[in-house]
């Protein structure tokens, strides 16, 4: 789903349901949005070279611009509670559309937020997002397993029983590494991984 199609959204843990706002569309024809983040190339050039050294890709945070409409005529109290609440945030919020809510942009308004209005109390606001990085969230899954089996206490207290590799007991019986085991660096360069053992 994309941000276009929601018809609500959550941001800074407040539904836009509670003040009667909705995602509008106030463009005719198809609709654009990000389909990634910026990126730049990062490279050192080198006199006498015509080819630079590539140095790496740099990605700029998501933003995106959204307009958000009031369902009803707005009056004083109302639209100065929604402006602290879109505009006054101190630091990247969760921006959750409804159609999609397994994508979560942690993000604030920047630049010019504007309010356009018929002079009735009835309009909407356009808003620029930026985020706090190049991908948007998904949020966190949790898998609860029910264990069947009850618990099992283990009484070996020594480490004489069962066969152990490339491992000592000290005198105090604890398990220590032998100083003879095989490491990397005993095998030929040249071997291939067929012939390990």
Known sequence: MTIREADY?????????????????????????????????????????SKPFFQHVKREPLRFQVSFAFEDAWDKQK?????????????????????????????????????????LSQGYVNLNFRCNDAYAYSPA??????????SRQINRTSFQQGERQHTILNSSGQITLSPLAVKWNDYPSDMKWEQLK
């Open 9 to 49: 959204f959550k941001f800074a843990g407040v539904e836009s349901t509670r003040f009667g706002i909705r995602n509008v569309n106030v463009t005719s024809g198809m609709q654009e949005e990000p389909f990634g983040s910026s990126r730049s190339i990062s490279e050192i050039s080198v006199r006498g070279r």
């Open 79 to 119: 639209i100065r509670e929604v402006c602290r609440w879109l505009t006054e945030q101190e630091y990247y919020q969760p921006l959750i559309f409804t159609s999609d809510n397994e994508r979560i942009f942690y993000a604030m308004v920047v630049d010019d937020p504007v309010l356009v209005h018929n002079c």
């Open 141 to 150: 899954a949790v898998k609860t397993y029910k264990w069947r089996e009850k």
